[in-house]
């Protein structure tokens, strides 16, 4: 399956973005469907995970600020990020796995969080 993620851009501190991933085929498939998310210097961190029971799971720096959902009849994910720190600043990409075909990422899109 091929992603496309879009939805970043400049937002200020605590302010909103919503972030989206679009499948070329069915998302139902996806055993777990993820958010990353990378700064130069540091290493990926998974940021939200959703399976497809419906599912999620978040790192706890984001917890209680990011809403990762999923429309299976649109073929999308989502990440709803609210109350954005500087430190959100990253490339975030989405990842798609299943147990028989393996992961596959998108191109990613930055989001950059500024005054």
């Known amino acids: 399956v091929q992603l496309v993620e879009s939805g970043g851009g400049l937002v200020q501190p605590g302010g909103s973005l919503r972030l989206s991933c679009a499948a070329s085929g069915s998302i139902s498939t996806m055993d777990v469907m993820q958010w990353f998310r990378q700064t130069p210097g540091r290493q990926r961190e998974l940021v939200a995970s959703i399976t497809t029971d419906g599912i999620t799971n978040y790192a706890d720096s984001v917890k209680g600020r990011f809403t990762m959902s999923r429309d299976n009849t649109r073929n999308q994910v989502y990440l709803q990020m609210n109350g954005l720190k500087p430190e959100g600043t990253a490339f975030y990409c989405?990842?798609?796995?299943?147990?028989?075909?393996?992961?596959?990422w998108g191109q990613g899109t930055q989001v950059f969080v500024s005054s």
């Open positions: 989405c990842f798609a796995w299943n147990v028989n075909e393996g992961g596959s």
